[in-house]
């Protein structure tokens, strides 16, 4: 597997990726990350260049340093020759499998391949399905460098009622890793410590003037984390959210995208009525641990 550094190639593999979405969706938000400022400190490999088959971003090497923090060490794939994942996944210079990890997709395809090798790895394999959302209409976004996303002026027409939007930092973190369902430990709130530092983090406050409803992005463009406090549900704040983040992101051109549980029926709903689409490759996770950590 070749890394992939230069500048122009990165830019010809996005625009690449770009016809291949949903199912690229993964690596095409975190390649858009890597070419701007590449916060994450996160690296793009390819089978073959310029006739790529398979794509793996994760991590570099100096990141990965928690062989137990499988929130850091991740990895997001996209192939278009399964047949050829299964021997790639296999090479320890491609998957630090002697880690626990974790490995996202939008291909069900790829599920077969993980299993084989992470059973002659002795790991073991948990795995997750959920229903992958993304804006009806593409979006062409950005190439260029910018400097971290500026916050925006929340006018009287941005309001409802004594509710106001406002942009996360890292103070949040706490608050969003103990209501996070893959979080509530140490790890997850030192990631989400990072992720409010380098990305986007949008949220609803109360009449209170306390955070009642939130979402954070993640190093693949991701929209996650979502949250609204028990007392203030069914009142419209998410919805609320979920208009300025696409108007906002929108704007700023930046890729952008949900998974929800099929049985989260509310948020299923919220997202149809945004104009959301659900795309039938579905969103996949495989965390891997080996057996010494189990």
Known sequence: ML??????????????????????????????????????????????????????????????????????NTYH?????????EEVLSYSNVISWEQTLQIQGCQEGLDEAIRKVATSKSV????????????????????????????????????????????????????????????????????IERCLQDFLGFGVLGPEGQLVSWIVMEQSCELRMGYTVPKYRHQGNM?????????????KEIPFYFHVADNNEKSLQALNNLGFKICPCGWHQWKCTPKKYC
């Not at 230069?6 to 690596?27: G, N, R, V, W």
């Not at 794939?77 to 994942?85: H, N």
């Not at 073991?124 to 009806?136: A, H, N």
């Not at 919805?239 to 704007?251: D, F, R, T, V």
Request: proline residues 2%; glycine residues 4%.
């Open 239 to 251: 919805l609320q959210i979920g208009y300025h983040l696409e108007k906002y992101l929108s704007q």
């Open 77 to 85: 794939i996209f192939t278009k020759a399964l047949d050829k994942l």
């Open 3 to 72: 890394v992939l550094h230069d500048t122009q190639k990165l830019q010809i593999l996005y625009k690449s990726l770009e016809k291949s979405i949903p199912e690229s969706i993964k690596a095409y938000g975190t390649i858009f990350n890597i070419k701007n400022k590449n916060l994450f400190k996160m690296e793009v490999m390819v089978d073959a260049w310029t006739d790529y088959q398979i794509i793996i971003t994760r991590p570099e090497n100096q990141e990965m340093k928690d062989d137990q923090d499988h929130y850091t």
């Open 124 to 191: 073991q394999v948990d795995y997750m399905k959920t229903i992958l959302f993304i804006p009806e209409l593409p979006k062409k976004h950005k190439t260029s460098s910018n400097d971290k996303m500026e916050l925006f002026e929340v006018d009287d027409d941005n309001k409802e009622g004594n509710f106001s939007n406002m942009f996360l930092d890292a103070s949040h973190a706490g608050l969003v890793n103990e209501h996070w369902a893959f979080g509530k430990n140490e790890r997850s709130l030192k990631y």
